[in-house]
Each structure stands twice: as C-alpha cells, then as structure tokens.
C-alpha cells in the first residue's frame, strides 16, 4: 500500500500506442474513402491485398466474385468471420495471467479488424453511420472523465451542458419552456412518455402500481416502433392493450382510424391515456400527420407522444421541417401538439451511439419539481441530500429512472459548437440530396424498383436478377423474388465490400433499405453501392 496498485507511465504509454491504433486503424481506415480510391484502382484483389498486408480475402473465386472492381473483393466495411473461427482467431478467454502491452496493442488491432465499421461511407446498415471527429472527440472526453449526469457536486460541467442542448432540442420543437432528460436510446425515451403520461393521468400509480389503474389502452400505428410494445410490457400496461392504428400506403397513420380505435377502447371498458405518432418510422420512414393527430388526442384528453427518434433531425432543416408540422402547434385555450418527443441525435446527427433525447413540454416545470422529477424521483439521501451548500435544483439526476447516468450531451454539444446549426441543416438536406439521387439513379438503372417513393430518406427497393425480369405474372415470381435480397446480403458481407439492411414488410417480400446519414458519402459511393448489387446479384 506504500505504492499505487497500478503503474501510471506504462498506463500512458499503453494509451498513446493505443491512441494510434485507434486514429489509424479505427479512424483512418475505418472512415477514409480513399483507401476505397486505391484499391479500386488497383489490377486485381491479390494484387491488391499483397500491397495492403491483408490476408487473403476470399478462400476461392465464386461466380459472383469475379469481374467486378477490385475493391468489392477487399473487406473495408467488415470482415466476416463465423462465430467459432472468431471465437478462435480473437483468444477470447480470461485468464489468471495478465499479458504484456504488445501483446495487449494486437488484441486492440484485432478488435478493431474484426469489428465492423459503421462509419464507413459504404455502410448503410442501419439509421445511424458516419464517424464525425469533433463527436469522437466528445466520446473520448466523456469515457476519459467517467462521470453520472446526476449530480452537480461530481457532473457540473455536463449538468450545465445538458440543460441547454435539451433547451436548444425543445427550441427546435417550437416550446419555448418544458424539461427533458437524455436517456439510453430511443426506446427507454418511449418507456419515458409511457410512463410520464401515465402518472399524469393517475399520480397515485407511483405508489400503488396496477392496483390504481383501469384498464389502459394506447395508440399507435401499425408503422410503429417496436419499442412501444416492449415498453408497454416493460411498465406492466400489457402487449394486448397497445392498439394498433391502420396506416395508408405510405406507412402514415389515419386519424379516422385512429378515432375508431380510441371510441372501440372506451366502448369495450378501457382507459385510454396516450397515443403515439411516429416521425420517421424504421422501415418507410413515414411521418403520421400530426395535426390530424393532434385534434384526435385533443378531443378525447389524450397525451400525444411523438417518436421521432429517427425523423426529429429534419427539423434542423428549413426545408424539410414540414415533414413535423404540428409538433409545435398551439392552440390557444384548448390543447397543443406534442406533450413529449423523443428523437435521437445519435442516428442522423452522426453524433454516436447514444444520444436520445426525451423532451416534454411541461408547464409545472419551474421552482417546483416538474412532471418528470414527481413521476421518478425516489430522492435518495445519499446523493440528493437537501441541506447541499449549493443549489440542488441543479441535482437533476432523480428525473430518471436511472441512478448512475451517462453522460450523453458532450459529443452532441461540441459538434452543435464545431458544425453550428447550419452546418447541421446541411447534413439534413445533404442526406436528403443522397436519397433523390440514388432514387433517381434507380429508376434509370435496368432490374431495380423503388417499393414506394422517398419521402425521407430511407430508400426501399427491390432488385430483379435478369433471370426474373419479365416474369412478374409466374405463380413463384415474389416467392423467388424474396430469396434475392437474403442472398446478396450474404454475398456483400461475406466480401466486406458493402453493407445494407433487408426485410419484409408488411405484404412486400424483403426487399432492401438503404438509409445515408454519413455526411462523407458521395455520389461515387452510391454508384458503388448500386453497382455492386447489380454485380452479386446478376447470376441469381
Ligand atoms: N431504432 C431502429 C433501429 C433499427 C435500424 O437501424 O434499422
């Protein structure tokens, strides 16, 4: 005990050696397009692949690996392992040893190598992607100062910091007043509007749980989020009583319907006490019209709480923000439009994983506690003492159902700072200029079909191998059809050249969704990306 238990110079000098793995390895390779440049440009994958130092890719040549650019043979977005030969390749047991800095630098290579990379600007896998620097830089400082955002005493900095980005969120929703709190993902934000519209209705659900309640019913559309049936199961509302709103053909839900469903709730004994518009949803990326909303939810007393963890960010857009009109909206004497948000930054900001705001305008939020504060704080007296020598109204941990918190403000804050809300509007309209075009580009392109039009910017299509075309009237054309997605999905990440997600959708066989949010992706990535599709999957 005479000496510290562990070694501060060799702990730094891991860090810097490390450091450097992480900026070459993880930043440079992992986001920089011109790797792509030169190895496209090179004679052959072998070719290519002995100058780069990486092993050999693929173990032999299949039809689909043949005759393309030579970067499609290259892993850059992932390098596919299966399970057990990764078990293997990555030595993954504990042991009662502990291994030398070397040793322990390679294990950072190989997480890194074998990992995927999301910032890559061809990884179109899912609604986030894109590594932004300034960000970054916000993570590592918040993962280096290893705080909890509950107390000012040991988070002021963020405590500070929080307050004002969720102000600058809300400001953007048109609330000039409200509260919020960062939460672990668009769908605890969800859980969060559950829960507060809950206790709003029935404050004494706190302490007496279900034994206070009626039967309660929520709304939301078909489109919907799967979290809104996890968070009704989650907080003890039951699966059964999440009521499904039908939708057009756009994925938007219809107020008409949704009235239907309040009425046919109450008339069958139930409570309703909240319904759940979504702005972007997961696979169309529609927007439900939230002023017809609105009216419903005013009509009949409802909170209106809006997911819009995906589309939120549109609203940093002049001329994409219509696409969330009456999300603001107030009418005097009578109700307004949303009571809560939640909308994650993380996803089309490129801020990282995670950054999820729950936003509520809350008009009791003042000296007193707010909505938030009354629905979860347990006011522990180990760290929400209230004789503090300072203001502990700055002490806003027990809004959440959370007690350690992380700290979620920072990579968003400093990015706000670097990029200024301009430069944050154009990353919103360039994702939008990326969709048009690789919508434009599909429509000339022979064997793509757009499943419907882009709104916003998930992109869904199918694409038709040569040896269906022309055979859309044959008995098995969308059973056959349905195989392709699957079967290219499997080619592209079993060579790294690429990455996108697939699904089925309702009555639509799987079909692809391509979602740009990296801000570095340029329109040579999305011909990329269409090319190679055609590639692996013009033998199928
Ligand atoms: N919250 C939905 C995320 C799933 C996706 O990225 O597709």
Redesign the pocket.
């Known amino acids: 005990l005479e000496q510290p238990g562990l070694d501060q110079a060799a702990g730094e000098a891991f860090l810097q050696e490390a450091f450097q793995i992480l900026l070459d390895e993880g930043v440079r390779k992992g986001t920089d397009a011109s790797e792509k440049a030169r190895a496209g440009r090179a004679g052959s994958a072998r070719e290519w692949c002995r100058r780069c130092g990486a092993a050999a890719v693929l173990p032999r040549a299949p039809s689909w690996g043949s005759g393309g650019p030579a970067s499609s043979l290259h892993p850059q977005v992932c390098e596919w392992k299966e399970p057990q030969e990764l078990r293997e390749l990555l030595d993954l047991e504990l042991r009662g040893a502990g291994e030398p800095p070397q040793r322990l630098l390679q294990r950072c290579r190989d997480v890194l190598r074998y990992s995927v990379r999301t910032g890559h600007p061809r990884f179109f896998n899912?609604?986030?992607s894109g590594l932004d620097h300034h960000a970054l830089a916000g993570r590592l400082i918040t993962e280096t100062l290893n705080t909890s955002q509950y107390t000012y005493e040991i988070a002021p900095v963020f405590v500070l910091m929080e307050d004002v980005v969720l102000a600058k969120l809300r400001e953007l929703l048109g609330w000039s007043a409200g509260d919020g709190i960062f939460a672990p993902g668009?769908s605890i934000s969800n859980m969060y509007a559950m829960n507060v519209a809950r206790f709003r209705r029935f404050p004494e659900s706190k302490s007496q749980g279900s034994w206070a309640l009626p039967r309660l019913a929520l709304f939301a559309s078909r489109e919907s989020?799967y979290s809104i049936q996890k968070g009704a199961a989650f907080l003890g509302i039951g699966t059964d009583n999440v009521r499904l709103v039908a939708t057009d053909e756009r994925g938007k839900m219809l107020p008409e319907e949704l009235e239907k469903e309040i009425e046919r709730a109450k008339a069958e004994g139930s409570e309703p006490f909240l319904v759940c518009a979504t702005s972007g949803t997961?696979v169309l990326g529609a927007f439900d019209p939230l002023r017809r909303v609105a009216d419903v939810c005013r009509r009949h007393g409802l909170w209106l709480h809006v997911d819009a963890?995906?589309g939120g960010s549109a609203l940093l857009s002049r001329k994409h923000r219509h696409l969330l009109d009456g999300i603001e909206r107030r009418v005097p004497g009578c109700g307004s439009g949303a009571d809560s948000v939640a909308w994650n930054p993380h996803k089309m900001l490129t801020v990282g994983l995670q950054c999820s705001a729950f936003l509520l305008r809350d008009s009791s939020v003042g000296p007193a506690p707010g909505l938030l504060q009354r629905c979860h704080g347990a006011g522990a007296s180990y760290l929400f003492q209230p004789d503090k020598f300072y203001d502990v109204s700055y002490d806003t941990g027990d809004k959440s159902v959370q007690c350690g918190r992380r700290v979620d403000c920072l990579k968003l804050w400093l990015l706000w700072k670097a990029e200024g809300s301009a430069g944050l509007e154009r990353r919103v309209d360039r994702a939008f200029a990326c969709t048009r075009y690789l919508a434009q580009e599909l429509r000339r392109r022979e064997g793509f079909q757009l499943v419907l039009e882009p709104e916003f910017v998930n992109l869904c299509f199918w694409f038709v191998p040569p040896s269906l075309r022309g055979q859309e009237g044959a008995r098995d054309y969308w059973a056959r059809l349905g195989k392709v997605a699957p079967a290219i999905k499997e080619r592209m990440v079993r060579s790294g050249s690429v990455m996108v997600?697939y699904q089925p959708h309702g009555a639509a066989v799987n079909f692809f969704r391509q979602v740009v949010t990296n801000p570095a992706v340029t329109k040579a990535d999305l011909d990329f990306f269409l090319d190679e599709i055609e590639r692996l999957g013009r033998d199928l």
């Open positions: 899912q609604l986030f668009g989020h997961t963890a995906w997600s």
